[in-house]
């Protein structure tokens, strides 16, 4: 294949994605997954190699490549099966987020695998929207290890049931896992459809030359940056269990078109949910990579390939079974991009911003009353990090998350829940030559007794700027007016006011600055 058609074979593996997130969008019932579009899609080869994926959650995606390889070979797929799991030790990253994963057979060859993972606001943990303040992943709900959900195309009702029943709303979940089933199906259809037309021998001859063309778009990438050693630290704010400044560190070494990226010196593992397993890390390094690549880059396991992790046991970034690890993929995925970015200052400061909100903003919410079951959860967008070509943009998600904020009139027609306001945080975000985009103002009140859960970060440590630039200022928490810690779980009353303000991004270079255009 010439550029051109990589370039039309690509366009057509990420429109089975794009296909995948379709359906599953239209076919979820919880408003995280149809309104909030918390969920990813992906396409792989025989081997468990990336070979596409929708512009969807990067969290996801990056962790999914880095753990497939392991899964499928795990076991002798069959045609029609699809694999249920959310295991972070096992390939997961936390335990909302369910991945199905489907093998694609063509005339009894397995040729590759369809692959969605979706965030369900319930998964069986006792604090509602199963984000809960945890000391082990056993607290944070139902743990599922890689298992059979539909086997040669017949759906296992045992397993489903059980997964079902130790919800709280089985007819929210049941319709959640109908829809990632859907959404595999039509992927698997998708890719047969394309072998047919193709042929078998160029189907797979073009997924060589798509990783082939990736792995040398990423070394052409990686090869203009400087070669050095390039090094960054920054703290976590705590781990809502009475750890404070937790402290994380990176090197990052480039040598012509390879790149090594070491954390050694970070934290331990903690007591409380801020750790990470490895795949959520890998994640966040390819994405900090990927954005330095040409766009015309294809999301393959090639592109990926010229950069090499160390990461140490058991420290906060590759923890161990039972670590709960809720936040680590929300916050501490945030933080990672912040500290791959502060350390890439150093040797690109044309090309890498300041520091985005460099936190999720995690609001679960819900009651386990008699009268009335209900999950919900949600991540609020906060200010974007200036650089030196543009100021940052207002009230976005950033970096590891893609996802919206529930619209108010989803919300508050779905839930005992008002939002009493909903604007931009203004003059939040960092001063300089290029302003830090603002962050949000969203407040809640309660119109029912409800449980409160808040994991948040930056709310001690402000999000710094670049090139002489000043922090954006850091979020705040507060129930009727009075603050709240950063991490935290509260009942409330009706009529309660819950306010999240989040953090701006950092601006970039100082005022009348001539090196900064």
Known sequence: MDAIQISLFSSKMSAVCDEMGAVLRRAAFSPNI??????SCAVFDAAGELCAQAAHIPVHLGSMAYAM???????DWQPGDMLVLNDPFRGGTHLPDVTLIAPVFVREQCLGFVVNRAHHADIGAESPGSMPIAGTLDEEGLRIT????????EICATLLEQIIGCTHNASITRGDFSAQISANRIGVRRIMELVETMGTAAYLSGLQELNDYGERMARQALERLPDGCYRFADCMDDDGMG??????CV????EGSTVEVDFSGTAEQVAGNINCPAPVVAAAVFYVFRCLMDERT??????FRPICLQIPRRCLLNADYPAAVAAGNVETSSRVVDLLLGALARAVPDLIPAASQGTMNNVAIGSRADDGKWDYYETIGGGMGAGRHGGGLDAVQTHMTNTLNTPVEVLETTFPLRICRYQIRRNSGGKGRRRGGSGLLREYQFLSPARATLITERRERAPWGLAGGRDGKPGRNELNGVGLAAKTAVDVAAGDRLLIATPG????GRRGDEGVE
């Open 243 to 248: 750890t404070l400044n937790i402290h994380l």
């Open 34 to 39: 149809r309104d909030r579009l918390d969920f």
């Open 69 to 75: 390889v392991d899964l499928v070979k795990s076991r």
């Open 505 to 508: 991004g950092g601006g970039f």
């Open 146 to 153: 890689p298992t059979l959900l539909v086997e040669k195309a």
């Open 298 to 303: 294809p999301a393959c396991a090639g592109s």
């Open 251 to 254: 090197e990052v070494n480039i």
